[in-house]
């Protein structure tokens, strides 16, 4: 019998990220395109974009929500994220030898804009599977935790037993979601936290030590 291919669910706290850039003037064409200006682009955020790592990196099945048209979603419904880009050598273990070959990071974060208040995500999840073999999800402390009608199939249907992989922000163990997995999924659940929330709940915790 052939082997059914693993199928992992993504979802979680989403947002979309603003990416903006410089731009140089040109010596010639409209008014506007003479004078220093900056670009921007928006890209899936959060959850989304958390989905679109593990496609790359793992070539297998990934399922999560979908965003449409997400230059045209406003602030006021769903949280948008801001940063600049910059140009920076390619390697920097290498940066003599990469010097002229540069590319764009992030090189400052300027925040976020979103909701002031309670919203509706526009979210499209047509293809949710109750018999995903893992789960990820991406709590960000921005309102998935506690809005229950938003968490996949697989960890709501009794006798699904998935690997559950929990990437949490501060405030750290609170909230629906977690009083869920650690009460149904307690034996096959991973968690993901930073240092640095760990520290902001009270932990002891050093610095600059492996």
Known sequence: MESKSPT??????VCIDWLQWPTKPEDAGLN????SGT???AKPGGALLLADFMRTATGITVVSPQLKDIDKISPKVLLHSNAELELFPYSSD???VDKDQMVY???RCRGFTGPTEDFSVPLSFEDDDPRADMV??????NGFRDDETRWPLAIQDEG???IVVCKMHRPLASGDLWGHVSRNHSERLVMVVTADDLRASGMNLSR???
């Open 208 to 210: 600059s030590l492996s």
């Open 136 to 141: 990820v999800l991406d709590d960000a402390g």
């Open 105 to 107: 990071r992030i090189g």
């Open 39 to 41: 670009r921007m682009t």
């Open 8 to 13: 992992i669910v993504v979802t979680g706290d």
């Open 94 to 96: 290498r940066r003599d």
């Open 32 to 35: 506007w395109k003479l004078y």
């Open 160 to 162: 699904q037993n998935p």
